[in-house]
């Protein structure tokens, strides 16, 4: 990929298996060979099924859970980079190989830098713990207060700075409704002063009369803070509106990246133009003329993924080389990358 501007985060070939217990293999395939890059202040949205990978990719590249091989660059920095230990045998079955120590770097300073607001505010906040201590909790971990009065003032303006009030701080999570929840999860998040974001479906299990003050929320701050976002959601109509660019996930693999205009207006991979069909018009007449794509059959296990192209039992165009082959992700426009061996 062509990287010419200021990039904060990069991924390379980035692999995440998961081993279940008594099964032979590499397990659940959930990321698959993913190369991205995020530039700084940008937003990027990730997009695709339940079960395609998404939560999973965002999760690896913040190391919260360890890839399997690839390379994870953050500001320059390599804090990752692993071989990959699934090799194919002649039969085609996967073997594990023997291979090198990954490099790893130490992730404590860069838990500063890179945050995670989760998609269930609710189950991601401490029940037992005061919200005054769950933002507090980060900036003990991280020392980031010289005496318990700056302390408390950060704890205040954080509070301030996601719309809740500062006597809010000596309540308990169960007080707040969803949308003020998920309010405290983003000021944790912005506790440490972070660069990077990775928003795991920040409001998908919120109200939809507050999923806009949320999202527009999110967007302020990134404006004021210069924060970069990973955003991460099923609803492509939600990304399209936050995103610069907007990356499409199938089955642990990205199919398609580009700029959220040209994304929209020229979707190149099948399965791309199955997710831009579903989305809803405001314009009745464009909405009948439009035909929605429905795709046969259910999504493949990513414990045994198809062979070739991951969407061939799926996508209309099928043909032997897609059973055969794994296309290539290549850029066909200018920033506009896709897998598919018909284009
Ligand atoms: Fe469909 Fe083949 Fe393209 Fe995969 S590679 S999306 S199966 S046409």
Not at 40 to 62: A, Q
Not at 221 to 246: C, K, P, W
């Amino acid at each position: 990929m062509n990287k010419n501007d200021d990039i904060l985060v990069s991924v390379e070939h980035l692999k995440k298996y998961f081993h279940v217990k008594g099964m032979k293999g590499p397990g659940v395939q959930a990321v698959e060979d993913i190369s991205i890059f995020i530039r700084r202040g940008e937003t990027l949205g990730l997009v695709g099924e339940s079960g395609c990978g998404k939560t999973t990719l965002g999760r690896t590249i913040l190391q919260l859970h360890e890839p399997t091989s690839g390379k994870i660059i953050y500001d320059g920095e390599v804090i990752f980079d692993g071989e990959n230990p699934w090799k194919p045998g002649a039969d085609g079955t996967m073997t594990e190989v023997k291979v090198s120590k990954p490099k790893q770097v130490n992730m404590l300073p860069y838990r500063r830098k890179m945050q995670i607001i989760f998609q269930d505010p609710s189950a991601s906040l401490d029940p037992r713990m005061t919200v005054g201590e769950i933002i507090g909790e980060a900036l003990d971990i991280h020392k980031l207060y010289n005496s318990k009065a700056d302390r408390a003032d950060r704890i205040k303006e954080l509070l301030s700075t996601v719309g809740l009030n500062t006597e809010h701080a000596n309540r308990y999570p169960h007080e707040f409704s969803g949308g003020q929840q998920q309010r405290v999860g983003i000021a944790r998040a912005l506790a440490v002063n972070p660069e990077f974001i990775v928003c795991d479906e920040p409001i998908s299990a919120l109200d939809v009369s507050i999923q806009s003050q949320v999202v527009n929320m999110l967007e302020d701050m990134q404006h004021e803070l210069g924060l970069t976002y990973l955003f991460i959601a099923h609803d492509l109509s939600v990304v399209r509106h936050i995103s610069n660019r907007i990356g499409v996930m199938y089955l642990g693999t990205m199919v398609e990246l580009a700029e959220s205009y040209e994304l929209n207006r020229n979707p190149m991979h099948p399965y791309t133009q199955t997710l831009l069909s579903a989305v809803p018009v405001p314009d009745p007449q464009l909405s009948r003329s439009r035909q929605r794509i429905i795709l046969e059959g259910d999504i493949p296990s990513p414990m045994n993924p198809p062979t070739g192209c991951r969407f061939h039992t799926r996508c209309p165009h099928a043909t032997e080389k897609c059973r055969m082959e794994v296309p290539e992700f290549k850029e066909y426009a200018p920033e506009h990358w896709a897998a598919c061996h018909m284009l």
